[in-house]
């Protein structure tokens, strides 16, 4: 059962699986890799005196379109919960280096890394906070490049005034359950009837 915190565990996740999977050793890199989960305000200051690295921006969150409407949910035990929130979230990766280089390779080396991660199964969705038990042992989310069309790009050049490279990805179907149970009276076996009796 995610809950509320199954979107902080989503972008933890994808943080985590860049910091392992970085190749500190190879050639064209420097050394160390600074990922981190960022907010708007902090794109102003992206590789100022940093090494470089890669911001991690959830920048909009929506109601997936395709299951908009899921039915009660029901744990092992037969208990129905209300209805699970699933939710599209969308997510820029903006690499930042001190030069243009090392910033497309860190860029190619993302897309390639998170390509090869494949749907995030919920082992991987459970590692990166502190609780191990936010996904269901069947959970998954679908981890896709989805570039914006030029009218987003736009919006949010507009908004954030300063836009750097970055690619967009979205994360398909993130649930938030619900710990609410739908309780259900007793199903009707037998009925009295009164017959002849005026009410008082």
């Given at each position: ?30 050394g ?25 921006l ?7 379109q ?12 037969g ?56 996904f ?65």
């Amino acid at each position: 059962m995610a809950h509320y915190r199954a979107i902080a565990a989503a972008l933890a996740t994808i943080e985590g699986l860049l910091e392992e999977r970085y190749p500190r050793d190879e050639e064209g890199f420097q050394g160390a890799l600074d990922i981190k989960r960022i907010q708007p305000k902090d794109i102003e200051n992206l590789g100022a005196g940093e090494p470089a690295g890669i911001g991690i921006l959830l920048w909009r969150v929506g109601i997936n379109q395709q299951r908009r409407m899921l039915p009660p949910r029901v744990n092992l035990d037969g208990i129905r919960f209300k209805s699970s929130i699933p939710v599209d979230l969308s997510v820029l990766l903006i690499p930042f280096a001190g030069n243009a280089e090392v910033q497309h390779r860190i860029l190619g080396w993302a897309m390639r890394a998170l390509a090869d991660a494949g749907p995030l199964v919920a082992a991987q969705l459970n590692e990166y906070l502190r609780e191990d038990d936010i996904f269901a042992d069947t959970e998954e989310v679908d981890l896709v490049c989805d570039p914006l069309p030029m009218a987003d790009y736009l919006s949010l050049w507009d908004r954030l005034k300063k836009f750097p490279l970055s690619v967009n990805y979205l994360m398909r179907m993130v649930l938030l359950d619900s710990e609410i149970e739908m309780s259900e009276d007793p199903m009707v076996v037998e009925r009295e009837f009164q017959m002849g009796v005026l009410p008082s």
